[in-house]
Each structure stands twice: as C-alpha cells, then as structure tokens.
C-alpha cells in the first residue's frame, strides 16, 4: 500500500517538475516532431528505389506494404525518440543525488523502491505521450493509419513505453554509478547512433551492408522496429504476432538486465 | 530523564580509509538541546548522517529513541527529522507543495495534513509566498522552508547540521529564536551540530567539543569555560627587529611564563593567548615586559573565556569558520568533506 501511494507521489512530483521546466518541456515534444519531419525528408527518396517497399514484407502478395517512406520509417522515429527520452531518466537520477534529495528522502519512511518506481512510471509517461504526437502527427500530416486500426496503434505505444522502461534502466544504472549528468549524456550518445543506423529503423535490411545485415538482425532496436513496423503493415504484410512476441521478449529480457543493474546500484546508493 | 540518544564507541570509517568518527561516546536526554562543537572534518555531519540512518557505522553502538539504527532503522525515520547541512528543497515545486510530499512521504494525507502545513507555513513566515516557487526564495527563506519541511510530520527528535551556515545575521538570530522556541514549547529534542561557538553558546544546554573524530570536551557551555578557570588576553605580534613569528612567539612565551598571575600559554596563528585568574591586572605587567624586551606588539584584547578557548585548550588551535568555502563552493565540496 505504502509502495503505490509513494510512487504516485513521486510520480506526480516529476511530472510537476517536467511541467514547470518550460525548455525541457518545450523540448521534448519538439523532439519527436523534428525528428519525423527532418528523417523522412531526408530519406524521402528511399521510397522510390526499387526493391523498397516490398524488400520489408515478409509475405510474397503484400496488400498494404509501405507506400511512401514516412510509413515505413516512422516506427523508426518513434523508436528513436524513445531511445534518447529514457536517457535523461539518469539524469535527473543525478539531479536528485547531487541536489541531496534523494538523501532528503531517504531520512523519510518512504518506500525505497518507490522512488525508483516513481521515476520509471514518468518516462514511461513520458515516451507515451512523445509517442502519441509523432503517431497523430503520421495520421494528420502524411495519412499513415496502422492497417491494424486503434488496437494497433494502443498496442504500439505499450511497445514503446516497454522498450522506454528497458532503455531508461540503462540510463539509471549509469546515472547512479558515475553520478555526473555528462557521463549519462556521453555514453547516451555514444549507444544511440550506431544501435539505430546498424537497424532497420531508418532504412531497409536489403539497404544495408552485408555485415550489418548481420548486426542489424540481432539489433533489439530492429527487432522492437519490426515490431511496430508489423502494426502499420498489418497482418496481410508481416508476421505481427511473431515481431510482437519476439519484441517483447527481447525487450524484456534488457528490461531484466538493466533494471536489475539499476536496482543494484540503487540499493548500493542508499546503503 | 530517559536517554534518547545513546552512542558508544562509535566508529566510521569510509572505503577510501578516512576515520571520520573516531571511538566517540554520548548521550542526549528527552528534551535536550544537545550540540557537537567542531570544526570542519570533526565528524559532525558523519555522526549525523549514521543517527538519522544514512550511513552504515563501522563499529559502535548507537541508539536512537530506543531503537538500534541499524535494525530499527524503519522505526527511527518515522519519528526524526533531519536537516541537512546544504538548503535541500525541491527548487520547481510551490513552498506549499514541499511541504506537502513531506508529509505525504511519511504517509500522511488529507486534512490533517492540509492544516499541519498551514500552521507550519505562518510559523516561518512563508504564507504569502506558499504558492510560489522555492526557486524564487530568497536564501533565508529557502533554509525556513526546509525546516518547516523536516517538522511536517512532528519529529520527536530533530537532526540539525549547520543550520546557520550561510545565514546572514538577521536570518541567524531568527532561526535561533525559532528553534528555541520548537525545543522549549514542543518539546522537541534537538542535536545540532555548528562551528560558531557563539551558537553552541547560546542554544545548547549540553555539548560537546568535537575535533578530527573525537570528543575533545563535554558539558554545559558554562562548565566547559569553567573548566578554563580564568580570563584570556589574546596578543598578536608585528614582525620586528628581524625576528620572525616563531621567534617572537617563543620569546614572548619565556617573559609571559615569568609573570606572576599566567597559569597558562598557549600559541595561536598569530601571536599567543595568555590565561590569568585575574587578567585585568596582568595587562601593565605584561607591556612592561614587552616593552623592556623591545618586542612591539601589534594587538591586545582580554576577553573572558569562549568555548573557542575550551578548543584551544583541548586541540592547541582555534576553530576556524570556513565560511567562504562553504557558500560558493556548494554542494559538492560540502558533500565530500560530509
């Protein structure tokens, strides 16, 4: 009982906090706006390159496929905006061990995993609502409508805010163990470019090199890509119950790793 | 008196190999105004941080209202609170709504709450601004409001680290009344811990004298200047005659020892302070024996004895305030020093 109600309170307490600091707020919905329009601008042509479209379509009669590239590459984008949102889960991490608050916190009663809780749900929240804009931006601007209807679409935002959670455990565990908001932001950067362009994120796999081919197989970002790339394509295009479980075993098995790390860290932090 | 806080043979070191407590013994009785008098590196913050449950002793027994810190480390933050050397509020949310996830994290809600704030709120004298954020406090008003967010949940003992550090004047002598008033009318055990003697001095019924882990001196603030017996004139020297500090102190020391009257001397960074039972008279003597030994010297006060006199005694120097250090350099330097 203790452990819901801190972790609502802590989870208010963010997101009062995302609110009220209008630039980051300002932000992170930019964020994923720029990054739809910027990507799929650059790679419009993709789309007309032969062998596109249908090269992603695991059946041989594809009914829907990818018409234009911005289909094709928004569970991309919405990928990679979950990718650097979760990093900065770490950071305020950091803000709170700096600032002596969270020692503050732990002087008080409250549930020690709450706190850990409270700031996962936020990203969570967090990635949902970036996620939303970029999915309604696709259906308003550019008319892509996952073939799976709104079931697909709720679906592919329980995807994200999953792989959000794992990623975000990576940015914890780093927050915690250096403690410097620079060191959570550099390996950040330094993970997210080659794990997105050695994945089917923004490009075709039949686009890629053949040993990225490789690497870009057992990519969980592909994987995760597919996942909701299956959801826009539909069932007539792509095996979307066979992304899906493979997705969410995948994501689950990070989301082990990484907070397991988090949740050692955590309690060595707290001692 | 029943004994609220016990502390025996209490040792920490930290993995990098620092003694920061070294073997201190204590006790703090219900309702006491107790302090630990230091300056940086004494351990204060340490002994803090290992009674409020923050840190892992390394040796020691230690016990607070009854509970062992170690096993009733749950019990024990339900009825302290701690204020921490650095001003810890959440800088986005409203005074208001710090004071309120206080209370919410020690599991209390609805109108009780809502009242409790608001009384809490008129005491310090932040009502008019409990809608604003505390990032447009002012510093004293930043530091009211973490006191009022420690005292949400009506502690039965509270940790104080440095409250004043950093305060100016006005804002010293408000808290001060403040906090006298929490332990006379709300019966509020208090430990503090500060490195101006002045406020041990005037707020502590007990304390003691705290220096690189140990408890030099223990007592009621006028036992402990008792224990000195006798009245300090404080002589500071200018180099002359081409003699250096040293030379002069030494010197200086051989003519005092000769005087009838000193019972004791003691070197300080600039000069010497000399204990007489009766300093008045001393003076005359003592110039005219500078004098006569053609050492100039560049100051001269009699003061009756200060708890800083009771360190000098006990440690053979002065506590020195590093105010400066502690204000700009934030909360990353006072961190590490804990």
Request: charged share 20%; proline share 3%; glycine share 10%.
């Amino acid at each position: 009982m203790t452990l819901l109600f801190d972790t609502r309170y802590l989870f208010v307490r963010s997101l009062k906090k995302l609110f009220r600091n209008p630039i980051l707020l300002f932000f992170s919905l930019l964020q994923p706006i720029i990054f739809l329009l910027l990507f799929t601008q650059l790679f419009s042509r993709f789309a007309s390159i032969p062998g596109f479209g249908t090269s992603t379509c695991d059946t041989a009669n594809p009914t829907y496929a990818f018409p234009n590239y911005v289909s094709f590459a928004i569970a991309g984008i919405v990928l990679q905006n979950a990718f650097s949102s979760a990093f900065q889960s770490g950071t305020a991490v950091v803000d709170d061990v700096k600032s002596g608050y969270l020692e503050k916190m732990l002087a008080t009663p409250v549930s020690r995993p709450a706190i850990l809780l409270g700031r996962l749900l936020t990203d969570s929240f967090r990635v949902v609502v970036q996620s939303s804009i970029i999915l309604g931006l696709g259906v308003l601007a550019f008319g892509v409508f996952p073939e799976t209807g709104i079931l697909g679409l709720l679906l592919i935002l329980a995807i994200i805010a999953f792989f959000g959670l794992a990623w975000a455990g990576i940015s914890l565990a780093l927050g915690l163990k250096t403690k410097s908001a620079e060191s959570v932001f550099g390996i950040a950067g330094f993970l997210t470019f080659p794990l997105l362009f050695m994945s089917t994120a923004l490009s075709p796999q039949n686009f890629l090199p053949d040993w990225m081919k490789t690497v870009s197989k057992y990519n969980p970002v592909s994987i995760t890509v597919d996942a909701v790339r299956s959801l826009v394509a539909g069932p007539g295009c792509m095996d979307v119950w066979g992304h899906l479980l493979t997705a969410f075993g995948v994501i689950a098995l990070i989301a082990v790793v990484t907070l397991g790390a988090t949740l050692y860290l955590f309690r060595k932090v707290i001692g | 008196m029943t004994e609220v806080i016990s502390v025996k043979d209490l040792v920490m070191i930290y993995p990098d190999g620092t003694k920061a407590v070294d073997g201190v013994s204590f006790h703090v009785d219900d309702g006491e105004f107790f302090g630990f008098l230091g300056p940086n590196g004494a351990g204060k913050s340490t002994t803090i941080k290992i009674l409020t449950t923050l840190l892992h002793k390394t040796s020691g027994e230690a016990k607070v209202a009854g509970y062992d810190v170690e096993k009733g480390a749950g019990e024990i933050r339900k009825i302290v609170g701690l204020q921490a050397q650095e001003t810890v509020i959440d800088w986005d949310l409203t005074g208001k709504e710090n004071l309120i996830l206080e209370g919410n994290l020690h599991q209390m809600r609805g109108k009780g709450l809502e009242e409790r704030v608001k009384e809490l709120l008129k005491i310090v004298g932040l009502e008019e601004v409990a809608d604003k954020r505390a990032a447009f406090y002012s510093g004293g008003m930043k530091k009211r409001l973490d006191l009022a967010s420690v005292l949400v949940h009506r502690p039965k003992i509270l940790f104080l680290d440095e409250p004043t550090t950093g305060l100016d004047p006005q804002s010293r002598a408000g808290m001060w009344d403040y906090l006298r008033q929490l332990n006379r009318d709300e019966k509020i055990t208090i430990f503090l811990t500060t490195q101006y003697m002045e406020e041990a001095d005037r707020l502590c019924g007990r304390l003691s004298i705290v220096d690189l882990g140990k408890i030099v001196a223990q007592g009621t603030p006028s036992e402990l200047k008792g224990e000195i017996g006798a009245d300090a004139i404080n002589l500071t020297f200018e180099n002359n005659n081409g003699k250096d500090l040293n030379g002069l102190k030494g010197e200086g020391k051989k003519i005092l020892n000769g005087l009838q009257g000193v019972t004791e001397v003691m070197n300080t960074d600039m000069g010497l302070t000399v204990y007489a039972k009766n300093g008045a008279y001393l003076i005359p003597d003592l110039v005219r024996a500078f004098d006569g030994a053609q050492i100039r010297v560049a100051s001269l006060n009699l003061s009756t004895p200060s708890l800083d006199d009771v360190f000098l005694k006990h440690t053979g120097k002065r506590i020195r305030v590093e105010e400066l250090s502690k204000q700009y350099g934030g909360g990353m330097f006072a961190r590490r020093r804990r």
